[in-house]
């Protein structure tokens, strides 16, 4: 399997490209990105690109691949819904309307969160914005789309959270993060599960396009 990587610096993205690279049923890589990953893999390559709204300059570059798995995504905090709504929906429709044209056997897999408005009609401007991200992937013609919903997610194997405070609070919260992850599998995964199951779940389908935290878990 070949697969697209957005967002592979980020801290889901980190566990996600750890799992491919591992994972022999991976045959290749491509992170697509605006700062490089740091790592060296024979799998991997990656395309240093700055505008997420256009991809005519590397279409060629996109062809040929199996899945997609996207992990931009950004906090809504201080934020107005104009600005939320073009990082989020109009981003992520950007590249997986492009990828649609190029690879129609594709599944694309979105890491949105828990608590996604599916309605569009809810008080809270994060999760309308969301749900309508995921609504209108869903209408893509890939051969499948998943919706993954985590709530709360450990970090594992070294992988860090970009932001300094975020990583200071799962440094400290590691031990209960981790009784969380057992105890409370409907509240809680870690960058390993959901990197697993985006694999998993690209290669063998699922039962349905969302995903929430349990399903993940169970995948």
């Not at 919706?147 to 992988?159: C, D, E, K, T, W």
């Not at 993060?177 to 694999?199: F, S």
Request: positive net charge.
């Amino acid at each position: 399997m070949k697969v697209i990587l957005f967002g592979a610096t980020g801290m889901v993205g980190q566990g996600v490209l750890r799992e491919c690279l591992l994972d022999p049923g991976i045959e290749s890589v491509l992170a697509v990105g605006r700062s490089p990953t740091g790592q060296r893999h024979v799998k991997l390559r990656e395309i240093r690109h700055d505008n997420f709204a256009e991809y005519s300059a590397i279409e060629s570059e996109l062809a040929g691949y199996d899945a997609c798995f996207f992990c931009l995504g950004v906090s809504s905090v201080g934020m107005s819904e104009e600005r939320y709504r073009h990082l989020t929906y109009d981003v992520t429709l950007a590249a997986a309307t492009t990828l649609a044209q190029l690879n129609p056997q594709m599944v694309f897999v979105y890491v949105t969160g828990q608590g996604t408005d599916s309605t569009e009609q809810g008080r809270l401007m994060w999760a309308r914005v969301k749900g309508k991200t995921e609504n209108d992937l869903l209408k893509l013609p890939f051969k499948a789309a998943y919706m993954f919903r985590p709530a709360g997610i450990q970090p594992l194997h070294g992988i860090r959270s970009k932001t300094a405070w975020v990583q200071a609070i799962y440094v400290g919260a590691a031990p209960l993060l981790a009784l969380l992850n057992r105890v409370a599998p409907k509240y809680m995964t870690t960058t390993e599960q959901v990197g697993r199951a985006m694999i998993k779940v690209a290669r063998d389908g699922y039962r349905t396009p969302v995903l929430e935290s349990e399903d993940i878990n169970a995948v």
